[in-house]
Every structure is written in C-alpha cells, then in structure tokens.
C-alpha cells in the first residue's frame, strides 16, 4: 500500500521529475550561474568587479572581429546547412516508401559520428603541407588550395565541415515534417492546376515552417556556440580569423589562464541567443495557436 | 655510453634499466614518507622510447620504497598538458606530480606547494640550477617544482647540411664543427641575414626553410630567439608595454623578407608540422629540438644522416636561443607529499638525468649545469656523427623563454596568447602596415598585463 502522499498524481510525478530537474540544476543551472559569478571576478579570481570584464572586452580588437566572425560563421552555416537539408528531404521524400530507410541511414553518418573525430580527417584532408585534397589537385594541373592558411579558405573550411556536419539534422526534421503533410492538400493543388513550385511555397513551406523555426533556432544556437571543428581545424588561426565565441573564451580563459575573462567571453552570446529564441518561439505560439 | 650507433631498442632498453638498477644500488636515503602511493603526470616524450626508459625508472624506485607508482604520459600536441593541468587544478584532485612547461608553473603556483628543501638539496649536491630555469620556477620566493629529468629542450637550428652547402655554399660541419675548436669569424658570420640570404637560394632550389608563424608553441619560440636577438620585446623587464620600437619595426622587416621564402603552409603549422616537413625530405632547416632527428632517424634515414643541429642565428643584439625548462611540481592537493618530495630529489640524481639524456639521444637538457660533463651524448649521437654537438650550447648563445624579457608571469601570457606569431603573420600574411601591426599587439598586450 502506497503512502497517501505518493498516492496523489501531482505528487508522484513531481518525484519522477526529481532526477531531471537534479540533472538540469548540476548540468546547466549550476554551471551557468557560476560562469556569471566568474565572470564577475577579477583575474586571480580573488576580488568582485562588476562587470569590468565586459567592458574590458568592448575595448579590444580582437573581440569585436571574434564576434563579427561567429556572426558570419552561424549564419552562414546554418542557411547552408538548412538549404541542403530542404532539398535533400525532398529527394529523399520522393523516394519509394521501401528504399528511403538506407538513404536516410547513410546521409545521417555525418552527424552521428563524433565531430572531433570526423573534424580529423577533415584536417588531413585539408592538412597545410600534405593535404590530400591538394595532392588531388596537383596531379590535375590544378593549383593547391591554402585551405587552412588562408583567411578565406580557412574560414571556407570551418564553414564547410560544419555544413557537413549539420545538415543532416536539418534533412532529418525536414524529412519528418514532410511526413506529416496530409496527401490530399496535394492532390487538391494538382486538381486545382497547381505546379511543383506553387505547391512547394503554398502547402510545404507553410505546413513547415514552425519546423524551419525551430530547426534554424537550434541550429543557430549550437553553431554559434561550435569549439571542436575550429579547434581541430585552425586553433582559431590564421592571425585568430576563425576563432569564435567558444575557441576564443578556451585561448583567453583555460589556455591563457585569465578564467574570469574567458567566462565574460562566453556568456557574450548568452543575452543575444536568448532575445533571438524569445523572438522565434513566441512567433511559433501563435502560428501554433492560429492554427488551432 | 653510446646509444647511436648499431643499438636496437630492445638494448637500449635493457643499457637503461642497468642504468636504473645502478641508481637504485646509490645511497639513496629513504624517509618516513616514502610510502604509499604516487600520480605522475609527465610529458608524452617526442623521441619514440624515452618513455619507457623512464617509466622503468620511476617504477623501480617505487618497488624500491615501497610506493606504488604510477606514471601517465601526457602529449603537449593541443595543449593537452596544461589543460589536464587546468582541470586539476580547479578540481583539486588528480595527480600528485605533474609536469610543467615554463609558462604553467606561473600560472599554477597558487596550488603548487614549495619545494624549497627538494631543491636546496639538489643545488647543495650537484651545483645551481641554470638562472632562466630559475627565474621560471622560483617565484615569490619560493620553488614550485624540482627540476624534470626530461623534455627539458631547446631550439636549435635543425638544417640538412648537404642542402646548405650545395645551394648556400655554407659549410654547416665548418661552421660548427662537433669539437670545441670553432672559428670565431664563421660563427660571428652565422647572422640571421647570412641565414636569409641562404633560405632565398633553397627557396630558388626548391628546398625551403620553414618555421611556423601559427598560434602555436614552435611559432613562440623561434620568433622569441630572432626578436630577442634584434633587440625587440613586447613587454619589457619593468613589465611595461615596448612593443612600439625600432627594434620590433626591425625583426618585422626582416620576417617580411624571410617569410617570402618560406612555404606558405606555415600560418597553419602545428607543433609537429615542421618535423614532419623535414623528415619528409622537403625542407632544408627548422628551428628544433633534435626529435626531427630522432624520428628521421628511424623513419627517413637518409634524410636523418644529414641534419645537423647548429647554433640560432644572430642579430644586432646578441644570439639567443629559447629554451624550455621543465619542472616537476606537487599539487597542494597531493595526499603523499612526503614520497612525492623524494621522487623530487630521486630524478635529479645524474644517474637518472644521465640515463634519460641517453633514452632521449640527447634531446633533453639538463637544468644543472655540472650534468653536462656526465655524458658525451651529443657528441656520440649520430649519423651524422657529430650532428648534435652543436645542441647542447657550446657558443655565444644566451638562453630566453618566449615573451623575454618580461617578468615570468606575463612571458608566459604574452607566449600562450601568441601574441608575436599573430603581429609577425598580420604583417607577413595579412599584409598589415607595421604601425598597425604594433598598434594591435600593444591592445592585445593590455589584456595581458590586466590583473
């Protein structure tokens, strides 16, 4: 026999709720919080300075291109990542129902495989002296590419293998989205005259679109916050050109031991991420609820 | 006794482990806490076999005062040295002896706990500790490490002398031959122009010299040597900014000129992209520790035979050359400091300094100077016979770290912030004017200095 306390519903499923909300508050509340206390501290982390670590970081160069470049990177990346994904949702979509499960497995591998470790063999594809891609080029009479020593290329590559990584979740939630537009509103636009176009952005876009939102939402978030490609890849070079907010906030703060610094580093991103998902997810409500 | 010529590894190993047991046989006195258990964190060595050399040693001397000891080699390749050290420190749990780099100890010697007595004892049996090794670990008036038995490295000029002689016409073995009776007059021609002039004619060969000019270590060091040895600094003793000099104006119209000879791969080298370079045949010189040699000489022997390891080019101000002293440290949160304090005292004795200049085939160096004199392991190396002479320091050179000659805290912020690599590739690279170049060092300089 139950306890009378467990017997009631709420009560029971505040208790299953209690790992969660343990976990939520050691893997994200706790470290969270503290990053904002560090980022308050001064450089031996023995004094409290307000927020002179943030002004601080307003008045060096190297920031301000920091956050230029994570800017340009993120939304870069994530209009690439989400155009292919679109178009290879829709290839994959026509496909028979049968042979779609082998497509889906094999352009998923980008993105099941550790990024760091795919990241690898990117940079010996890429690597500055014995690039294998170059070797390529070479026996075709084409010249070598400076793919990671050169600003352009350098950030072309960190784009590229972001793109590569990424697209498949977008291909894999586009993919679901499409799923789940009934058939009929198609067959009624055919009935209707309609063309491959009309109905691509009068039935699919709309019917998606909460999908993209949240889709590109997270996308932005995880790429403007992405460390192991630009790490493995560049180390933030040449001349600190492909460094973002989370390779940066790793130089000043563990690598050049200023943790306070490093911290203010990375919450930057923090108010501009939560004003953009503020923006997304309410308009998603009340697509959502004008839909209802 | 000689580990160059004809030894496999499997003698090799088994002359060290002679080597260890005869330590072992020394008076070494053992004190009440030499008990328990031990953590090493210590640097993944790059000449392949010294590991296990030392691995040996620290466990037979554990067998022998009943520690149990446990040794973990740890790659400097990504920083992955400091950051355990980083997660360490912040944890307050890990090792209980770690390595540390010249730039680490500043930056952890809140929790590293004073060795002065380890390190009075050492200096009282053997002699001083070399004075840059000393400005690197004695801070605020306390040691915070003991000296390490190895990785302790400096950065030569590593050059293929057939290369130099058939496209340079410089005689590197005449120059700097592998005996104490150098000319005088060719050393003194040994400048950083001689050396420029001689990387244009391999550029025109198509064997060019090559340094990184990345954000990486191998980029510090190098360029610490030639700004140092045009007089030119970041930040200067009084910890004041200086980076706005003729001298630096200097060094950066010299690296425009030497960078235009150089492959442009090298604003993304790593750590080990120069050795690589080298060992593939391709380059002609870098500026190294002799682990090029090292892997050349079991992967690419013919290139192995003519690398000769030589003297850093000098400048209007002096020649320098950066050098890496390593020091073992405890963590203050260390449950065995007592054994951990004798392990200190342990590998500073010259049997095991001697054994692991031998296991590294003369890579490291020592920190004490009288360990010099125990081994002819520079001398022996080879083939070439004689191609490491001339890396242990034999001329005018005055040893620096990276961000010389500013206080240690802030040289070890000016190196691990790359601060050098990134103004010489803004100018070399990015085609930025000199003032502008120096303007942003002297912005990222502000952000060194801050406490």
Same mark, same amino acid.
Request: aromatic residues 12%.
């Given at each position: 026999?139950?306890?009378?306390?467990?017997?009631?519903?709420?009560?029971?499923?505040?208790?299953?709720? &209690?790992?969660?909300?343990?976990?939520?508050?050691?893997?994200?509340?706790?470290?969270?919080?503290?990053?904002?206390?560090?980022?308050?501290?001064?450089?031996?982390?023995?004094?409290?300075?307000?927020?002179?670590?943030?002004?601080?970081?307003?008045?060096?160069?190297?920031?301000?291109?920091? &956050?230029?470049?994570?800017?340009?990177?993120?939304?870069?990346?994530?209009?690439?990542?989400?155009?292919?994904?679109?178009?290879?949702?829709?290839?994959?979509?026509?496909?028979?129902?049968?042979?779609?499960?082998?497509?889906?497995?094999?352009?998923?591998?980008?993105?099941?495989?550790?990024?760091?470790?795919?990241?690898?063999?990117?940079?010996?594809?890429?690597?500055?002296?014995?690039?294998?891609?170059?070797?390529?080029?070479?026996?075709?009479?084409?010249?070598?590419?400076?793919?990671?020593?050169?600003?352009?290329?350098?950030?072309?590559?960190?784009?590229?293998?972001?793109?590569?990584?990424?697209?498949?979740?977008?291909?894999?939630?586009?993919?679901?989205?499409?799923?789940?537009?009934?058939?009929?509103?198609?067959?009624?636009?055919?009935?209707?005259?309609?063309?491959?176009?009309?109905?691509?952005?009068?039935?699919?876009?709309?019917?998606?679109?909460?999908?993209?939102?949240?889709?590109?939402?997270?996308?932005?978030?995880?790429?403007?916050?992405?460390?192991?490609?630009?790490?493995?890849?560049?180390?933030?070079?040449?001349?600190?050109?492909?460094?973002?907010?989370?390779?940066?906030?790793?130089?000043?703060?563990?690598?050049?031991?200023?943790?306070?610094?490093?911290?203010?580093?990375?919450?930057?991103?923090?108010?501009?991420?939560?004003?953009?998902?503020?923006?997304?997810?309410?308009?998603?409500?009340?697509?959502?609820?004008?839909?209802? | 006794?000689?580990?160059?010529?004809?030894?496999?590894?499997?003698?090799?190993?088994?002359?060290?482990?002679?080597?260890?047991?005869?330590?072992?046989?020394?008076?070494?006195?053992?004190?009440?806490?030499?008990?328990?258990?031990?953590?090493?964190?210590?640097?993944?060595?790059?000449?392949?076999?010294?590991?296990?050399?030392?691995?040996?040693?620290?466990?037979?001397?554990?067998?022998?005062?009943?520690?149990?000891?446990?040794?973990?080699?740890?790659?400097?390749?990504?920083?992955?040295?400091?950051?355990?050290?980083?997660?360490?420190?912040?944890?307050?749990?890990?090792?209980?002896?770690?390595?540390?780099?010249?730039?680490?100890?500043?930056?952890?010697?809140?929790?590293?706990?004073?060795?002065?007595?380890?390190?009075?004892?050492?200096?009282?049996?053997?002699?001083?500790?070399?004075?840059?090794?000393?400005?690197?670990?004695?801070?605020?008036?306390?040691?915070?490490?003991?000296?390490?038995?190895?990785?302790?490295?400096?950065?030569?000029?590593?050059?293929?002398?057939?290369?130099?002689?058939?496209?340079?016409?410089?005689?590197?073995?005449?120059?700097?031959?592998?005996?104490?009776?150098?000319?005088?007059?060719?050393?003194?021609?040994?400048?950083?122009?001689?050396?420029?002039?001689?990387?244009?004619?391999?550029?025109?060969?198509?064997?060019?010299?090559?340094?990184?000019?990345?954000?990486?270590?191998?980029?510090?060091?190098?360029?610490?040597?030639?700004?140092?040895?045009?007089?030119?600094?970041?930040?200067?003793?009084?910890?004041?900014?200086?980076?706005?000099?003729?001298? &630096?104006?200097?060094?950066?119209?010299?690296?425009?000129?030497?960078?235009?000879?150089?492959?442009?791969?090298?604003?993304?080298?790593?750590?080990?992209?120069?050795?690589?370079?080298?060992?593939?045949?391709?380059?002609?010189?870098?500026?190294?520790?002799?682990?090029?040699?090292?892997?050349?000489?079991?992967?690419?022997?013919?290139?192995?035979?003519?690398?000769?390891?030589?003297?850093?080019?000098?400048?209007?101000?002096?020649?320098?050359?950066?050098?890496?002293?390593?020091?073992?440290?405890?963590?203050?949160?260390?449950?065995?400091?007592?054994?951990?304090?004798?392990?200190?005292?342990?590998?500073?004795?010259?049997?095991?300094?001697?054994?692991?200049?031998?296991?590294?085939?003369?890579?490291?160096?020592?920190?004490?100077?009288?360990?010099?004199?125990?081994?002819?392991?520079?001398?022996?190396?080879?083939?070439?016979?004689?191609?490491?002479?001339?890396?242990?320091?034999?001329?005018?050179?005055?040893?620096?770290?990276?961000?010389?000659?500013?206080?240690?805290?802030?040289?070890?912020?000016?190196?691990?912030?790359?601060? &050098?690599?990134?103004?010489?590739?803004?100018?070399?690279?990015?085609?930025?004017?000199?003032?502008?170049?120096?303007?942003?060092?002297?912005?990222?300089?502000?952000?060194?200095?801050?406490?």
């Amino acid at each position: 026999m139950l306890p009378p306390l467990l017997r009631r519903k709420p009560a029971v499923a505040v208790l299953m709720c &209690v790992p969660l909300f343990g976990l939520i508050l050691g893997l994200v509340a706790y470290p969270f919080f503290h990053a904002l206390f560090l980022a308050t501290l001064n450089k031996a982390e023995t004094a409290f300075v307000g927020l002179d670590n943030f002004s601080f970081l307003f008045g060096r160069q190297t920031f301000w291109m920091v &956050v230029r470049q994570s800017l340009l990177f993120a939304l870069v990346a994530v209009v690439f990542k989400a155009l292919i994904g679109l178009a290879a949702a829709h290839a994959i979509n026509t496909i028979p129902t049968k042979g779609q499960r082998k497509w889906r497995g094999m352009m998923l591998i980008p993105w099941v495989i550790p990024p760091a470790l795919s990241t690898l063999g990117w940079w010996w594809l890429f690597e500055p002296t014995y690039s294998a891609i170059n070797w390529g080029l070479t026996k075709l009479a084409v010249p070598a590419v400076p793919w990671l020593s050169d600003t352009f290329w350098a950030r072309f590559s960190i784009i590229l293998v972001n793109v590569w990584v990424g697209a498949p979740f977008f291909l894999i939630m586009y993919l679901a989205a499409l799923k789940s537009i009934p058939g009929e509103l198609y067959e009624a636009a055919e009935m209707d005259g309609a063309g491959p176009w009309q109905k691509f952005f009068y039935i699919t876009l709309p019917m998606i679109r909460n999908i993209i939102a949240i889709t590109t939402l997270f996308s932005i978030i995880v790429t403007l916050a992405n460390f192991d490609i630009v790490r493995v890849l560049t180390q933030g070079g040449p001349l600190n050109t492909t460094h973002l907010f989370a390779t940066y906030a790793f130089r000043v703060g563990i690598e050049s031991g200023d943790i306070p610094l490093g911290a203010a580093v990375s919450l930057f991103m923090f108010p501009m991420l939560a004003i953009l998902a503020f923006i997304i997810l309410r308009n998603v409500r009340r697509r959502a609820a004008s839909l209802a | 006794m000689n580990l160059m010529t004809g030894s496999t590894r499997r003698t090799f190993l088994k002359a060290a482990g002679a080597a260890a047991a005869g330590t072992l046989a020394a008076p070494y006195v053992q004190t009440a806490g030499s008990a328990g258990r031990l953590r090493l964190g210590v640097i993944d060595h790059w000449v392949p076999g010294t590991n296990e050399v030392l691995r040996q040693l620290l466990e037979r001397w554990g067998e022998a005062n009943h520690v149990e000891v446990t040794v973990d080699f740890i790659t400097t390749i990504g920083n992955k040295l400091l950051l355990t050290a980083q997660a360490e420190s912040r944890a307050g749990s890990g090792h209980d002896i770690f390595a540390l780099e010249f730039h680490m100890v500043p930056m952890f010697k809140h929790r590293l706990i004073a060795v002065d007595d380890v390190v009075d004892d050492i200096v009282a049996a053997y002699g001083p500790i070399a004075e840059l090794s000393r400005q690197a670990a004695f801070l605020d008036g306390a040691w915070r490490g003991g000296p390490s038995p190895v990785m302790n490295a400096s950065a030569a000029t590593v050059a293929r002398r057939d290369l130099f002689l058939e496209h340079a016409e410089i005689d590197l073995t005449e120059w700097f031959p592998a005996s104490d009776s150098r000319d005088p007059a060719k050393v003194d021609r040994w400048d950083w122009e001689a050396f420029g002039n001689a990387a244009a004619a391999l550029h025109a060969a198509g064997r060019p010299v090559g340094a990184a000019i990345s954000p990486v270590t191998d980029s510090s060091a190098w360029l610490a040597q030639l700004f140092a040895s045009y007089g030119a600094a970041m930040v200067n003793e009084q910890g004041e900014i200086a980076a706005d000099s003729d001298a &630096v104006r200097e060094a950066l119209e010299y690296l425009t000129r030497l960078a235009e000879v150089m492959p442009d791969s090298v604003y993304a080298w790593d750590d080990a992209s120069n050795n690589r370079w080298l060992i593939s045949g391709t380059g002609s010189a870098i500026f190294n520790p002799p682990s090029a040699w090292a892997v050349a000489r079991r992967d690419s022997p013919d290139v192995a035979r003519h690398l000769w390891h030589c003297d850093v080019p000098r400048g209007p101000a002096g020649r320098f050359r950066a050098f890496n002293s390593i020091f073992w440290g405890i963590w203050d949160f260390s449950e065995n400091q007592s054994a951990a304090r004798d392990l200190l005292r342990y590998v500073a004795e010259p049997e095991v300094v001697v054994a692991m200049l031998e296991a590294s085939q003369g890579y490291d160096l020592p920190l004490i100077a009288s360990h010099y004199d125990r081994t002819t392991v520079w001398a022996d190396a080879g083939p070439p016979a004689g191609g490491l002479y001339n890396y242990a320091l034999r001329g005018d050179e005055r040893t620096l770290t990276d961000g010389y000659p500013a206080p240690p805290e802030i040289a070890a912020r000016i190196s691990l912030q790359r601060v &050098v690599p990134n103004l010489v590739a803004r100018v070399t690279q990015g085609g930025e004017g000199f003032d502008d170049a120096i303007k942003w060092a002297e912005n990222e300089l502000e952000g060194v200095l801050r406490s």
